[in-house]
Structure formats: C-alpha cells, structure tokens
C-alpha cells in the first residue's frame, strides 16, 4: 500500500497521476468508514489536507465571491469570517456530525461523496456554485448542479481533483433547514436551503435527501419571483403556501429504514414553507 | 480563631458521594477496557456469521480458509468439544449454528489467525452452502401455529395471571393497544475478550466484560467439556452492559480457538457485530382494557403481552414473567386476567435490558392510566395519587408487598418539583434549543409545550425460585481492608461502595478492593438492580464478621467478654476505659471471614399467575416537559423531575448517576432508539442510523431522592439502576400526546407518527 501525504498540489497531482486509481484522502471522514467497514478496499491514498493551496480560501470583494479550497473544513466555515460571507453553509456545516468531525470534515470532501444527503451541497445548489476541477492534464470548470450525476456519483475523473469551489456572497437572506430524528448528528432525513437574491429579485431553493441527487425547485422559485415582493421582504400566506406545494412537488423521495417518502415529502413543504416566511417575514 | 474540628472519623463512609477509584483513569483514558486487553504471541479471532435470517446449512468448505498464509484455526459446530449449546434459562442456543440458522448474524465459524486482516480474508474465504428458508418474523403467527423453527418449539413461554372477579365490568372502561420497538443497550465498550490457554490445553483463562462471571464460566466449561476448576474467567474493563453482557456472545468463541491453537487469542466486536452479537430489549405489542369505578379507582385489569424473543430463549421466559406481573403498575387492582406470550422467531434474539419486562409492562399501563384518567375527568397526578399502592397492598399475582412503598411520596415530591424555567422555545434565542435543534427546522411560534407523567413499580433481584447469593470475603490485616468478591463492575459503582461498608463498619480508611475472579464464590449477576443489595449485603456480613473477630481479640487481651467491648467508629473500648483502633489490634495479625448473602426464597408462579414470585420492589415518578414542533413531528425533551425510591442513598453521587443514565436511555426509547428490522434483517447496524441521545436531546434532569430505609435490605438501600428507565419513556410520550393532541401509542415515536 502506497501513501502519499502531500504537501503542494503539484506533488498530490503527480502522485495521482503516477496512480490515478488512488483513493483521495481529504478530512477522512467519509473514507475511513468506508475503510474500515470493508465497503472500500485501496492500495493507494494521495491525502490532500495538508495542501496549503486547497486549505485555503480568497474573498473577491469585486466579484462578491468566495473560493474555498476544497479541504476547508467546516469548523472554519460555520465561523465567521466565512459565516458572514455564506451563512446558508455555515448553517448546513453546522449540523455536520460533532465538533470532531467538523474538525476535519472538509467542503470538498462532502461534495466529492456526493451523498443525496450531503449537507454542504443543498446550499452549494442553491447558490449556483462553481466547482474547480484539476488534473496533471489541466483544469475544468463544472457547476455544482453537473458535478454529482447520480447518489455517490460524480464527474471526477480518475486522477482528478477538486481544487476549489467558488460560491457567491450572499445577495439576500438565505438559510439551511435539515430535519433528522436526532437534534443534532443525524443524516438528514431532508433538508432544503433557501437563497434570496435581491439584486435579481429571485429566490433559489434546493432540496436534499429526497432524490437520487441534490433537487432544485424551478417552480417554486418561479412562484417565489413572480408572487413576492424581493426588496420589502414581503410574500403573502397565499405565496408561502404555493411555494410550499411546489417544493414538495419537486421532492422525488424514497421510503427507507430512515423515514417515508410521504413524511419526505410532507418535511419538504413545511421546510420550504418556513424558509420563505424567514426571508419574506412580511404579509 | 475558629474552633480546630478533629474529624472523628474516616472519609468514605456510607452516605458520602466516594468518588469512584477508577473514575480519573476513565475521564483520562488510561482505564484499560477489555478491548485494550492483548497477550505475547496472541492471535486474533473472528466469526463468521449467517447472512440470512432462515436458512438450512447444505454444506461448510472451510479449504479456503485454511490456505490463507497466517491462519491458525478454523472452527465449526464440529469443533466444540462439549455441549453444543448454551443459554441462561435452557440451553438452546448453538455455539455455532450446525444445520440450520435461525437469525441473521448466527455464528457459522470462527477462526484464529495472525492479523485481524488475516482473519477477514479467511472468513470471505469461508464457503458455506446455505438453503434459504422464509423467516419466521411475525410474533402472532408463531402463536398461531407457524412450523416450529426450533425443536424446543416458537412458544418459548406462555402464562396467564388470573386473579378476582372475572366477569367483572367498571363503570369506566379504557382500553388501548401498545407498541414498543427494539431497543439496544448500546454499551460504548464493545464485546471484547482474550483468552490464554494453559498448557496441554488442560484448561483456559478467559478475562472478558461480562456481567456474571460464574455463569459464563459454567456455560462455557460444558461446551469446552472441561471442568469447572479448569476455566478461570477474570473481569475485563467494562464498558457498560445494561443487560447485553448477561448471555454469552464470544466467550465459546475466544476459549475454544485458544485451547484449538495453543496460544493467547483475543476477539473484538465491531459496533455492527455488537448489534447481531448480544440480546436486545423484547419489542412488544400489549393491548391492555382497565375497569375503574366512576371516580377513577382501578378494579380490573385485562391484558395480552406478546414479546418477541426472537431466534433463542436467553431470559425470555423471565422477561415475560416480569412484563405480566407487573401489569398493574404501581396501583391497587383486586382483579386481573392476563395473557402473556414469549415467542420465537426468525428475528434478533432478545433477552436482558434494564428494565427486564417492566419497561414495556409501564409503557402499556402508564398510557392506560392516562386514558382513565381522560375518561373519568381527572388530572394525570391524580388518578395516579387515588390508586397509589402501599406496603401491605397485593400484586395481582396475590403476593404482598412487603417493601416500604412510598408510591404517593414519589409523586407528590415529583409534583412539587419546579417545572423548567425555560420558556418554551429555548433561552435566549439559542436555536439549539428547539426542536430540530442544529437543523434549524422551527422557529419559536411553532412550537408547543406538553406535560406528561409517567409511574413505576420494579421487582429488584432474582424471580421464582431463583437464589441469586452473592459471596464476598473481608480481610483486615495491618489495619487495611481489602475485599474479594466477583461482582462485575459495569459502571454502577460497586467498587466505591464496598470500601464505603468496610470503612464504616471497620473505622478503617484504607480499604480496596482485590481483582474481580472467579477466585471466589458467585456473586449473582449484575443486573435485576441487585448488586446493593445482595453484594453489600455480602460486603457487609463479612466485614461484620472481621469486626467480632477484632472484638473478640481485643476483648481476650482485655480479660473481658467480647459482650463488654465497644466497636465505634473503628476505636475499641473496653467498660473500664481502655482503647485501641482497630489498626492497632491488627498490627501484624490477619482477619478474615467469608459471607454469603441469600434473600428470602421466592416461589414459582402456578398455571393462574399465582405466587410469591418477586424478592422485593422499588418505585419512582417521573414528569417530562417536551417542546414538540407538530407540524414536522419533532420533538425536544425540556426536562424530567423525578422522585425516586431509594431506600437510603449509600452514595448520592452514584445514585444521581444512575438516574441520569436510566433517564437518557428511557429518552432514548421513547424518541429515537430502535433496532429497525425488515424480514428478519437489520436495517440500522451501526451509530449512524441506531440513533442515541446527545447532548443536545439530554434533557434537564431534576431529581429528588426518597430516603425512607428499606428494613429488608442489608443496607436499607434499594437497587437504583433500573427504575429511572422505566417511567420516563411513558412520561415523555403522554407530554408529546399533552403538546400535540394526538393518540400516540407507540415508542419511539417517530417524526411521522405525529406529524402525518
Ligand atoms: C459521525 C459522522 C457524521 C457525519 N455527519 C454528516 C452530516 O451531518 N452531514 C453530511 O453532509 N455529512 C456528514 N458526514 C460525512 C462527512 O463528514 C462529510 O461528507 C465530509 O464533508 C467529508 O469530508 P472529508 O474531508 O472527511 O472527506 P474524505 O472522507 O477525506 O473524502 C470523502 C470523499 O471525497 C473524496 N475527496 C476528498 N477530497 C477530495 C478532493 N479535493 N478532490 C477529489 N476528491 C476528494 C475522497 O476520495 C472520498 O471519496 C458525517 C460523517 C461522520 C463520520
């Protein structure tokens, strides 16, 4: 079994390319379980947290953009100044297992598994981001909503990285909900982030665990932009309720031995219901 | 100047809050639990279990296994070289499954081999031709007749307690069915233990967590076929049992590839291992109808418990003997007509979980009490004040209840308790304390508060016969005591109390204890709540007997009668004024005594439910205050006031302790803890999805303890370990039905149960 521990990203990327097969080890938190499970056998890791290039982030005060690397944990991003800049996944990094495991937890590793209940990616949707992909071959961009195809299935390629993921400064209220069985580290039965973009006058809603991948709710945000008053923070019980309908419309969830597809669905409605009268709190 | 006080005597004594000797190693991590155990030239073991809940085995190739570089021994149902089953009750369950399994997870094989990862590669490597067969999963079917799955039958017991007027009707009539799920005790330390073989493979040295000592070793020296003498079981480190610890799992296991290789062999469980390795809380459905007169007094109660036991006995026929003598609760009721049925099927087995039967019994009685008093227009507290039971009452199995039974004084201080003085919704805005907690799903206006109260009767102790004596042996030499018994220590604390008796009767401060073995005679299981009471009670003996020797010595060298001298406080006193410490008259001298501590003989219940079954009793209430947001069905439990019948508090920490942890493990249940099964397979194997309280859902505890010495207890204290679990669950459901109006019936409760 060969390790590598790398200490640039020219060196991780050279031993991927030497071993493209390898198992790319970020924060651990999701690999070792596997590991240790025996749902994943390796012969060969490339671990990435100690990259000071993928450790790190930038704030684009011009852009109003925020590029973290992808092994940032999200001990950092639910503390400011991340959770000033993006408050939707500082809240989603909030309900990530414990303090232990946000300790090492990383953005890049959470996307990378691309669970339908990841909860970094619901807000990551929501806001449209940008995924960074490198190789010894070269870079790509992908948006977040082409990155995961399928549950734990993406479009990383073997030998490739994420590098770093580029997310918008919030434009507007925005929240994370995530309703499990446990008040706190649970997988989230659902979850929905809501994101108000003022500037644009829309309003962006994605929905996790009730579907093969992470949802968006084109409806509902179509109602949410036709229907709410963005600048006064307005939207009628009517709205809310429409919203509500349509988000829950847009679920596609399963009956597992977590939950029911019905109460799925039923989270669904009062989630998104909720998080609109959070960013509209006006009648 | 303030007045110098001479401390007159020891620290430690019974009463104090001793800290526990192993505590700091614990809080530090330096406590060695059985897990961290290993030995020179120790192999490693693993087991290879069923994948199918019902299967007949075709065939086992074990070649491939035994190719793999490093292993050392591969073993089957062909290997056991004594009884080839085991059991607490009846003996039938196989140490390895030989031509049938009957759950998934039975154990098929095991092997030894030099590396975990060795051992891992020989069980994939493990052929075994199964036959798969449709489980048996459904309790009702197997009362109906479904094909036996077993030899010993799918009844693994059936009684009925008859008992009054059986035709009568009351004025009030309520009745309900309930449901409680399976729960796992979900002990941190998992199952772990080494064993070194002596030469010759003559005999065996096991250390192991276990819960009773004395009876793992006599199952597990006739299915090795060797004698007892020969198999010496030493307590591992301990890492909480709550009853998983009470059936063998891998003791079989680890002795048979130790003596099989020669060499040391140690088995560790996985968490998903542990979930199929031990028993778990029988789920239970009970329907229940209660007779009261207008004005809400309990005249008849008519029940029919089915428990599942699952794949094998273990304690079933017990556990349903206590859910069914306890269906009564806490309450005066002259007449009862009882079913109860224990089955087997192709499910996970089920045995000892604190609370051994009551918990589901109070689950289904307590519910029933709300509905009286729903129907009789009375409050909660007070149809339960109006039936309270006293010392002197009758179970409905006709036994008296000899115990101090401060059933109305645990409700009324529980009453009396302040109820939170958080506002519904959380302090200060804190999100974390709403329902939903991190996941941010409620804001305060959607939340409702709810009251509920829940109230217990337990037996402590061994049922129906049983002479559950423990043994322990006091010796003072050099003025210091150190005790010898094998009681386990699980985490109650019995190895802070014993040298609390010790320094109380002997006067003595240093006072610790020897190794927990089977160098010594049987101290019953830890379990039933019992250890207090029947190891203090051996503690206690002995130490008593030391002190009449030291008396006796003293009295000697005085010239007195031993009648003369005074034993106070560790200082001897003769009439004429002499004095000596009992450190001084032990100056190079020994004193010893054994003691053995027997409760009064039980009964047998006959074919009507009738006898004197139970050793003794012990109560408590409890009152939960949730914060339920309806709509999504999520719930916070706020707080739990309790008071509890303790007899006399021998160390308050401890006992705050416990009530603590029983407290959390009855939240559990009610709110998120259950093995979730689907045609016999398990669904949730791990922490991921077998959901435990956290910080986070631990709610508040306010707790009174009810001092009123129990004469019948060597100590006058009562068990405390099991109680705390019982009531809360009810508690905490009938404050969810308070808050969200709805007719909920069955633990845990899930989001969907309230929500849809
Ligand atoms: C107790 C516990 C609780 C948890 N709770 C939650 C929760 O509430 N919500 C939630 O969403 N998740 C949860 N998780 C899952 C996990 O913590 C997250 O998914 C985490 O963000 C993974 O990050 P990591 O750095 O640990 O990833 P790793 O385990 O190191 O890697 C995860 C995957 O990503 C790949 N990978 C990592 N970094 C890169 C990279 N830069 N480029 C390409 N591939 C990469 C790895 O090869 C692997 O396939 C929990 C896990 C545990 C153990």
């Known amino acids: ?283 | 100047m303030t007045d110098v006080t001479v401390r007159p005597v020891v620290d430690g004594r019974l009463g104090t809050s001793a800290l526990r000797p192993d505590g700091l190693a614990k809080t530090q991590g330096t406590f060695a639990f059985s897990g961290d155990l290993s030995a020179d030239g120790m192999l490693w073991g693993a087991t290879l279990r069923s994948p199918h809940p019902f299967a007949r085995i075709r065939s086992i190739d074990l070649s491939g296994a035994w190719q793999i570089a490093g292993v050392a021994a591969v073993v089957t149902a062909d290997d056991v070289p004594g009884k080839p089953t085991y059991g607490l009750i009846s003996a039938d369950q196989p140490v390895f499954a030989r031509d049938v399994v009957r759950y998934a997870g039975e154990p098929v094989a095991a092997v030894a081999g030099d590396h975990p990862e060795t051992c891992r590669r020989a069980l994939a490597a493990i052929r075994v031709d199964y036959e798969v067969l449709t489980p048996l999963v459904d309790p009702e079917l197997a009362i109906a007749g479904a094909e036996p799955i077993h030899p010993d039958g799918n009844i693994l017991r059936h009684q009925r307690i008859v008992r009054g007027d059986q035709d009568l009707v009351g004025e009030v009539v309520v009745e309900g069915t309930y449901e409680i799920g399976m729960q796992d005790q979900a002990f941190l330390g998992l199952e772990a233990a080494l064993a070194i073989p002596d030469p010759g493979g003559a005999g065996v040295e096991l250390f192991v967590a276990t819960q009773w000592l004395h009876e793992d070793l006599g199952q597990i020296a006739a299915c090795l076929d060797l004698p007892a003498d020969r198999v010496r079981l030493t307590l591992g480190g301990v890492g909480g049992a709550f009853g998983a610890r009470e059936d063998i799992s891998l003791q079989v296991h680890t002795c048979l590839l130790a003596l099989r290789t020669g060499r040391p062999v140690r088995i560790a469980y996985s968490r998903e291992e542990s979930f199929y390795g031990h028993v778990h809380r029988h789920p239970a459905r009970i329907w229940m109808r209660h007779h009261a007169t207008r004005d809400g007094r309990l005249q008849r109660v008519e029940a029919r418990f089915v428990l599942d036991g699952g794949a094998y006995a273990s304690t079933s026929s017990a556990v349903l003997v206590n859910a069914i003598t306890h269906a009564q609760g806490p309450y005066v009721c002259d007449s009862a007509t009882v079913e109860g049925f224990a089955t087997r099927t192709n499910n996970l087995p089920c045995g000892a979980m604190r609370g051994f039967g009551v918990v589901q019994a109070c689950f289904a009685h307590e519910g029933q009490m709300d509905r009286l008093a729903e129907a009789c227009g009375l409050d909660p507290v007070e149809i339960r004040l109006r039936n309270a039971m006293r010392t002197g009452d009758r179970l409905i199995t006709g036994q008296v209840i000899a115990d101090v039974a401060p059933v109305a004084e645990c409700i009324r201080a529980t009453a009396a308790l302040p109820l939170p003085d958080e506002p519904v919704g959380g302090r200060d805005g804190d999100p974390l304390r709403l329902p939903g907690g991190a996941g941010l799903t409620a804001d305060v206006g959607h939340i409702r508060r709810g009251i509920g109260w829940g109230v217990s009767i337990k037996n402590l102790m061994y049922s129906e016969g049983f002479d559950d004596f423990s043994t322990a042996r006091c010796r003072l030499a050099d003025g210091s005591v150190t005790l010898k018994f094998a009681t386990a220590e699980v985490g109650q604390g019995f190895v802070t109390l014993a040298p609390q008796i010790a320094r109380t009767v002997l006067g003595v401060e240093r006072a610790v204890c020897e190794p927990i073995d089977t160098t010594i005679g049987s101290a019953g299981s830890t379990s039933a709540s019992r250890q207090t009471w029947m190891s203090g009670g051996a503690v206690l003996g002995a130490c008593r007997a030391v002190a009449e020797q030291v008396v006796a010595h003293a009295a000697q060298s005085w010239g007195v009668s031993t009648a003369e001298v005074e034993l106070v406080d560790g200082v001897l006193t003769s009439p004429d004024g002499r004095q000596a410490t009992v450190g001084e008259l032990s100056a190079g001298r020994v004193f010893e005594a054994t003691f053995e501590h027997h409760h009064p003989p039980t009964e047998d219940l006959d074919e009507d439910g009738q006898g004197n079954c139970h050793t003794a009793f012990a109560f408590v209430a409890h009152r939960a205050v949730v914060d339920v947001d309806v709509e999504l069905g999520l719930v916070k439990v706020v707080q739990i006031a309790t008071a509890q019948d303790v007899g006399r508090a021998l160390n308050p920490l401890s006992v705050r302790g416990q009530i603590e942890g029983g407290i959390a493990q009855g939240v559990g249940l009610a709110v998120m803890e259950e093995i979730v099964q689907t045609d016999g397979r398990v669904r949730n194997a791990s922490f991921t999805d077998y959901l435990l309280p956290t910080m986070l859902d631990m709610p508040e505890v306010v707790a009174e303890l009810i001092e009123i010495p129990e004469p019948r207890s060597p100590l006058g204290a009562k068990g405390v370990g099991e109680p705390p679990c019982i009531s809360s669950t009810p508690a905490v459901l009938a404050a969810i039905r308070d808050a969200t109006g709805k007719d909920l019936r069955r633990v845990p409760v899930r989001p969907f149960d309230i929500a849809l």
């Open chain 1, 1 to 283: 079994m060969s390790v590598v521990v790398a200490d640039s990203l020219e060196q991780a990327l050279d031993a991927l390319a030497a071993a493209p097969h390898a198992t790319v080890l970020a924060g651990g938190t999701d690999v070792m379980v596997e590991l240790n499970l025996g749902h994943r056998r390796t012969d060969a890791v490339v671990a990435v947290a100690r990259v000071p290039e993928l450790c790190s982030w930038t704030y684009d005060a011009r852009r109003a953009t925020v590029r973290l690397g992808a092994a940032v944990r999200y001990a950092e991003i639910h503390a400011d100044p991340l959770a000033a800049w993006l408050p939707a996944l500082a809240q989603a990094g909030r309900t990530v297992g414990s303090p232990q495991i946000r300790a090492a937890a990383t953005v890049g590793g959470n996307l990378a598994t691309s669970s339908p209940a990841g909860d970094g990616i619901t807000v990551l949707a929501a806001l449209d981001a940008t995924v960074h992909l490198v190789s010894s071959a070269g870079r790509r961009d992908v948006p977040v909503g082409q990155f995961t195809v399928g549950p734990k299935r993406n479009v990383l390629a073997p030998g490739e990285l994420i590098e770093a993921i580029t997310v918008p400064v919030a434009r507007g209220w925005q929240g994370f909900s995530k309703v499990g069985v446990r008040n706190a580290m649970v997988i989230a039965t659902a979850n929905a982030c809501l994101a108000v973009d003022e500037p644009a006058g829309s309003v962006a809603l994605a929905l996790g665990s009730v579907g093969p991948v992470i949802l968006r709710c084109p409806e509902a945000e179509a109602i949410a932009a036709a229907q709410c008053d963005v600048a006064a923070r307005r939207a009628s019980p009517a709205t809310v309720a429409a919203f509500a309908e349509a988000a829950m419309a847009a679920a596609r969830p399963i009956d597992d031995h977590r939950s029911t597809a019905a109460y799925r669905r039923h989270a669904v409605r009062v989630m998104a219901g909720r998080l609109l009268r959070r960013a509209m709190p006006h009648e």
